[in-house]
């Protein structure tokens, strides 16, 4: 045995009150983090059993807006075959095609001598001052 395998007093009487005061302080935090996981989970269960609550009213609201916005289109497709008897009842005769063929050629001529114009002042004038450069091309 002349390996130190015996404590002394003092050695084991620190040794005694480390452990003393440890138990003690690792059950109180044991108990204090349960508590507070507890109550964390509680709280997550309320705010997803308010939040299942509150996203069923927003489906029943939705639902109801719906069968309200099918209502007013059945309204709609039912009243169709009248409306549309009346437009047929008030619409006029179409355009004889000559004035049709009058209106397109009007266009045209109007467009054309937009296009001269508008392409006659983007041109640069000519300048009164003879070229700097002779023009001539000499071999």
Not at 39 to 48: C, T
Not at 93 to 102: D, M, S, T
């Amino acid at each position: 045995m002349g390996a130190k395998n015996s404590l002394t007093p003092r050695e084991r009487l620190s040794r005694g009150l480390q452990y003393t005061a440890v138990g003690p302080v690792d059950v109180t935090r044991g108990l204090v983090a349960l508590g507070a996981h507890s109550a964390q989970s509680g709280a997550s269960s309320l705010r997803r059993r308010y939040q299942e609550g509150r996203l069923a009213r927003d489906v029943q609201r939705a639902q109801e807006a719906l069968a309200r916005e099918l209502a007013a289109a059945q309204e709609v497709v039912t009243g169709l075959p009248e409306a549309l008897g009346k437009a047929r009842r008030s619409q006029r005769r179409k355009p004889r095609p000559w004035v049709l063929a009058g209106t397109a050629v009007a266009v045209l001529a109007v467009g054309g001598a937009a296009f001269s114009i508008i392409r006659r002042s983007t041109q640069p004038e000519p300048s009164p001052l003879p070229p700097s450069v002779d023009v001539d091309h000499r071999p």
